[in-house]
């Protein structure tokens, strides 16, 4: 039964990833999209009653909402004043919009790390854990092996 635990977790987490990189896949191709509307240019000339037009702004605002989203919003004076069920809720947050578009969350990181620092240490715990788990999602698995009698892994 142990086997058979394992084997299921081990399924859970390749689905996890697969979808982790499918959602990085189209983040990316979306990214692309971005650059070439920057490059295009002339966006606030165009007819929202061109179907065409109307996409390329519906694509810039989206654009201009996630520069705004990667903007640093905890200070300690915010986090002092947060009660604990609504900073465990942003770490919650924090932790999904990190996995979930890790390109521009280098500032939202930060406000996740914030929390490693805070004077309750349950919310420090749950802090840690989502760095835990952001952690094991961006980063790649690499095989740790035992050194022969050779000293070489």
Known sequence: MDASNQVAKRK??????????????????????QGV??????????????????????????????EGQNKETLTEEVQSKL?????????????????????FAQNKLKDLLK???DNNLDVVLKAVKALQEVFCDILP????????EEGKG
């Open 12 to 33: 859970a987490k390749e689905d996890r990833r697969r979808d982790v990189k499918s959602q990085r896949k189209s983040r990316l191709q979306e990214t692309k999209n």
């Open 37 to 66: 509307l920057k490059k295009a240019g002339g966006l606030d000339k165009l007819d929202p009653s061109n179907e065409k037009d109307a996409q390329k702004l519906k694509e810039k605002a989206i654009l201009k909402q996630r």
């Open 83 to 103: 009660s604990f069920a609504q900073k465990l809720q942003m770490v919650k947050s924090l932790t999904v919009s990190i996995v979930s578009f890790p390109a």
């Open 141 to 148: 698995d690499y095989r740790i092996r035992q050194l022969n």
């Open 115 to 117: 929390f490693c620092a």
